[in-house]
């Protein structure tokens, strides 16, 4: 009887965890981008260490729609097939992410995209970013798993400088880089505190004077690159800064 109860148990714990979903790939033929369908579920969002940023407070459940997010960030290849300019500090191969990306710049191409007419392009909601992030491992502490190392490029093991994308490990959903390597923005504006929020709407406030940035960066420390970091955006192009695409139609 006991061994039918941890079978059962099993099986219980198999049917409520979120489909992995790294074969259920979209290719945007205008810039190659590849975008990964993330099922939705729901999850605990904030920090749960033992002595956290208020910024990451309070912990609260949140429940997220299934949609598509670009398997990396956005490259510098991809950004100057639509821009036909790069804002990147540093002058390296297509392969490496995009940086130094602004809010005008984002914008800017995200206007472009949508008028190619193969979707509603957007930037992820906070809610959407730190649930694609745990990617099915809901207790994660990093984007994949609890060792920085093999999932992030920061301060420990990048020399101080981004690195070509999905060199490292991805996560239960196919994704990579959700920790580290460049901070990724967000649709959310900043708060001081996690606001109480009922799903993944993003925040449309017109008066928004800064979002919330994602992920950590090759120059961040161990817990900065953590599922539940963030950090508000500056108002200077920093190379420390890129962007992951997420996709509202379904082809």
Not at 120 to 135: D, F, I, K, N, S
Not at 151 to 166: D, E, G, K, M
Not at 213 to 220: D, F, I, N, P
Request: charged residues 15%; positive net charge; hydrophobic residues 40%.
């Amino acid at each position: 009887m006991r061994g039918n109860g941890v079978i059962l148990a099993m099986m219980a714990f198999l049917l409520c965890r979120p489909a992995q979903a790294a074969e259920k790939i979209w290719t945007d033929p205008q810039t190659g981008i590849d975008f990964v369908w993330v099922p939705g579920g729901s999850f605990v969002m904030g920090c749960r260490a033992a002595h956290c940023p208020e910024s990451q407070l309070p912990v609260q459940t949140r429940s997220v729609p299934g949609f598509w997010l670009s398997r990396t960030l956005v490259t510098r290849a991809q950004w100057a097939k639509v821009m036909q300019q790069d804002p990147s500090v540093a002058k390296k191969a297509g392969g490496f992410p995009v940086d130094q990306v602004h809010w005008q710049d984002l914008t800017a191409l995200l206007q472009r995209l949508n008028a190619g007419g193969h979707g509603v392009y957007r930037l992820p909601t906070e809610t959407e970013w730190e649930y694609a992030c745990h990617g099915g491992q809901p207790n994660s502490l990093y984007c994949g798993g609890d060792d920085p190392g093999k999932v992030a490029w920061y301060i420990l093991n990048s020399n101080r400088a981004s690195h070509v994308v999905a060199t490292k490990a991805a996560n239960g959903f196919g994704l990579y880089d959700m920790s580290g390597d460049l901070w990724q923005w967000t649709a959310d504006c900043w708060s001081e505190t996690l606001p109480k929020q009922a799903g993944a709407a993003a925040y449309k406030d017109p008066a928004c004077e800064a979002h919330v940035l994602k992920g950590g960066s090759w120059g961040a420390y161990p817990s900065q690159v953590q599922a539940s970091a963030r950090r508000a955006d500056t108002d200077v192009k920093c190379p420390y800064i890129g962007l992951r695409l997420a996709r509202s139609s379904v082809p």
